[in-house]
């Protein structure tokens, strides 16, 4: 930030000297020769303190590219973004609520508040990786799949979620799509915007339009700490498989716990010491 104000003061002081120069005769030469080097000297020593800064405020996660288990982590994690990336559209879906008034909302009993994401290669700001991730943005938040945890970031504020902890969940769902249809997606029904007891259409509103019934995937990532992200995938495929590949991810999270304990029982000195192992 501050590179970037001390260059627009120059570039500024710069062009309003010219526009003087324009109206009133060349400038000072003292003028002219001495303040610009000035300026540009406040930038020469602005630029290692931010480098500084940055280089502070970047974290580093280097990961052994050598141990076989850590590429198999790797490859799933990757994987679960792959499955992601299948879809030709992803939604982040961060507001839902039941309604009664089905007549009027083509019959739906739950709506939802949605805005398209895209996941993407690439790590997030301040993080620096020596593997290749995937991360997408869930509104106000940025997720980065890992190969032992999942890193969400929201502003400057970074938190890490390990695989043991999180909730995963892909299913199919049936959505009445008022906009246009992926083309990867399956539509399995149709309905009216605006529809009677029976389910055909209310003769009562002249603009009732014909509505398409997709089937789409919602894949949920929760924790106990209150961390809920719900994407929907323009197929079913896309939730489903992203799903089991972070759940071999948790399994795998669960089954290094498991294996650790004994070692660590072993190492307590006898009985009676399981309040001392990890959560």
């Not at 499955?83 to 507001?95: K, M």
């Not at 509104?139 to 502003?155: E, K, M, N, S």
């Not at 999180?166 to 008022?178: A, K, S």
């Amino acid at each position: 930030v501050v590179i970037g104000e001390l260059v627009l003061q120059h570039i500024v002081v710069v062009h309003e000297r010219v526009g003087q120069a324009g109206r009133h005769g060349p400038l000072p030469v003292e003028q002219s020769l001495v303040d610009p080097p000035l300026h540009l000297f406040a930038v020469g020593a602005a630029i290692p303190v931010y480098l500084q800064d940055s280089e502070y405020r970047t974290a580093r996660l280097i990961y052994d590219v050598d141990d076989p288990a850590v590429l198999e982590r790797l490859a799933m994690c990757n994987g679960a973004a792959e499955w992601l990336g299948s879809a030709a559209r992803i939604y982040h879906i961060y507001h839902s609520m039941e309604t009664r008034d089905w007549k009027t909302n083509a019959g739906a009993s739950t709506l939802i508040r949605r805005t398209p994401t895209r996941i993407g290669p690439g790590a997030l700001p301040r993080v620096e990786l020596n593997i290749g991730v995937y991360s997408v943005p869930v509104g106000p938040q940025h997720t980065l799949f890992l190969p032992d945890r999942v890193i969400v970031r929201q502003g400057r504020h970074f938190a890490a979620v390990p695989y043991e902890h999180l909730f995963v969940e892909g299913e199919p769902t049936r959505f009445i799509e008022d906009g246009s249809v992926p083309p990867d997606t399956q539509v399995v029904d149709t309905t009216w915007q605006f529809v009677n007891k029976s389910g055909g259409p209310d003769l009562r509103f002249n603009n009732n339009r014909q509505l398409p019934v997709c089937r789409y995937g919602e894949l949920t990532l929760a924790t106990s700490a209150g961390l809920r992200v719900i994407l929907q995938t323009s197929t079913a495929e896309a939730a489903i498989g992203a799903a089991q590949a972070l759940g071999q991810l948790r399994a795998r999270a669960l089954e290094g716990i498991q294996a650790a304990r004994p070692a660590q029982l072993a190492g307590a000195g006898g009985f009676g010491h399981e309040r001392a192992l990890p959560p």
